[in-house]
């Protein structure tokens, strides 16, 4: 009997088996409460956003959560005093895709994507 698929016999089945195994992300942490990841989430201080951020060091409208092919991207959205994601911060306007367990930081406060 023969045991290969298109999994163990294919670089493209490789490819899908690897992205079978990530688990994908479906929250976000935020003070020990979970908010559940939509097509796009706003965060800042303004109250019209989705995620309220209740510092100063965050702008009124600072980064931006969406949904892009069922995969997760965050944008700082031209804020004062940056984006970080894991520590890093972002380049103004550009998507980064998130990952299960990344740590967003505006100002104090930190945003785990679970």
Excluded at 82 to 87: A, E, S, V
């Amino acid at each position: 009997m023969n045991n290969t698929t298109i999994v163990t016999d294919s670089p493209v089945g490789h490819h899908l088996d690897a992205i079978g195994e990530s688990k994908p992300a479906s929250y976000l942490m935020i003070n020990n409460k979970k908010v559940d990841l939509v097509a796009k989430i706003t965060i800042g201080r303004d109250s019209d956003n989705d995620v309220v951020v209740d510092n100063k060091l965050a702008s009124r409208h600072h980064a931006m959560i969406q949904k892009i092919k069922n995969v997760y991207f965050l944008k700082d959205v031209g804020s004062t005093n940056g984006t970080f994601l894991n520590g890093t911060k972002l380049p103004s306007d550009k998507y980064v895709k998130l990952q299960s367990g990344d740590r967003i930081t505006i100002g104090n406060m930190t945003l785990v994507i679970s």
